[in-house]
């Protein structure tokens, strides 16, 4: 993968196409449509062979106009000539940040994005906020009796979720800077959290010892339904579907299962991969799909109809996937990888070619989230360091969440 300047323009001239007598009109589309996709294919391919620059950490941040110019095939439903568009994506991440302390834990869950701009991130036993649009980071919580091991915030306002290396879950409010209530249903760990996005107040947590609770969290003293059984081994990934009626989980037992409200059995478990299912997400613009992502031993993302129980795509990837998200303004699914290369991978959906690497981090990426605006995703690595990386443009400058300026600060 290369960094071009960002006076450089990728363009891309499809090769004629010569059409009989005989061809139909759908026949002369078609062509079309594989020669734009064959010449962006060709021409990408010969950007990621060039030699590449790493961004170095440097108590400056040094002016960085790279990027290249990736193509986006997007061919309309009616069959129509393909509408081959250019879009930037920026190799660099905008914005480096220090993360002492991370724990290089795969099966951990420690960051989000949500209330006010704000991104969370445990630290060891230190729980921080980093407001984006100021630059500020400030301590939250330290923890005396373990290390944090997840957290997440809510969508109805200040209010946050934290796991505990002692079993334990954490409710906070991060205006208020206070704790809120305490819950222990858990015998292991507390590994993952996921708030429903419908009923607001539900919270599910899930850990080490295979289960998975569901608590009303405006009365914390004992769940409203729980899956004590959910997997064999320790549960490293949760997510609720964005309409709120299913919620996924994987696990260490190398199986996925989809779960509904109200069933104490899960609706589909599936063991396709061979390894431990972290990274999970569910596409926001089609009901009932959801992507998995296996561990070392697997290296495979799956793209799942899980109305039908089908899988839709797979692909294989060179390293273990420790997280996936959907990108809802292209319709694009985005993963993070571990050892060796430690990159973030921008797939086109549904047939997932691959349309930009983003690399920097120097051990593997841990957990990724995107931004609520959904025009950048931050990424936290073992090499203990927090990057904001530039995946779409914003329509409104008002809206832009990170700033233009490339700089590097020190979260301690």
């Excluded at 005396?144 to 505990?164: E, F, M, R």
């Excluded at 294989?316 to 060796?340: A, I, M, T």
Aim: aromatic letters at 8%; hydrophobic letters at 35%; proline letters at 3%.
């Amino acid at each position: 993968m290369c960094i071009r300047d960002s006076s450089e323009t990728l363009k891309l001239t499809p090769s004629p196409i010569s059409v009989s007598s005989s061809d139909s009109e759908s026949s002369y589309k078609s062509k079309c449509l594989k020669s734009n996709y064959k010449a962006a294919v060709l021409e990408n391919a010969r950007l990621c062979s060039e030699p590449r620059s790493f961004l170095q950490l440097t108590s400056e941040a040094k002016g960085m106009c790279g990027g290249i110019q990736t193509v986006c095939e997007r061919a309309k439903e009616n069959v129509e000539l393909a509408r081959v568009t250019t879009r930037h994506i920026s190799k660099r991440a905008e914005r480096i940040l220090d993360a002492p302390g991370l724990v290089d834990d795969y099966y951990l869950n420690p960051l989000d994005w949500g209330y006010e701009n704000s991104l969370l991130i445990c630290l060891g036993s230190g729980l921080y906020l980093y407001e984006v649009s100021t630059g500020k980071a400030k301590v939250l919580m330290n923890y005396s009796k373990g290390y944090l091991t997840s957290v997440g915030w809510s969508s109805t306002g200040s209010t946050l979720a934290v796991g505990t290396s002692d079993n334990i879950v954490l409710l906070w409010d991060a205006a208020a800077g206070k704790e809120v209530a305490t819950a222990k249903f858990h015998h292991a760990r507390v590994t993952s959290l996921s708030w429903n996005p419908v009923e607001r107040s539900i919270l599910s947590t899930a850990g080490k010892d295979g289960s998975i609770h569901n608590l009303d969290t405006r009365a914390t003293t004992h769940p409203i339904f729980s899956f004590p059984f959910a997997h064999q081994q320790e549960i490293c990934g949760l997510r609720w579907a964005p309409e709120g009626a299913k919620l996924a989980s994987g696990g260490n037992d190398d199986a996925f299962c989809v779960w509904e409200v109200g069933r104490a059995e899960p609706v589909w478990r599936c063991v396709a991969h061979s390894a431990a299912v972290k990274a999970l997400a569910w596409a926001e613009w089609k009901r009932g799909t959801l992507a998995t992502g296996g561990g070392t031993d697997d290296k495979t993302i799956r793209v799942w109809d899980t109305c039908n129980r089908e899988c839709e795509e797979v692909v294989k990837v060179n390293s273990q996937v420790s997280s996936l998200q959907f990108n809802k303004k292209y319709k694009e699914v985005v993963s993070s990888h571990g050892f060796h290369e430690n990159q973030i991978t921008v797939w086109s959906y549904p047939h997932m070619k691959k349309i930009a690497d983003l690399k920097g981090h120097k051990g593997r990426i841990l957990s990724t989230v995107f931004s609520p605006d959904g025009s950048t995703l931050a990424s936290v690595g073992a090499d203990e360091t927090l990057r904001l990386w530039k995946i779409n443009e914003v329509e409104n400058e008002s809206e832009r969440v990170v700033s233009k300026s490339m700089w590097i600060s020190c979260l301690r």
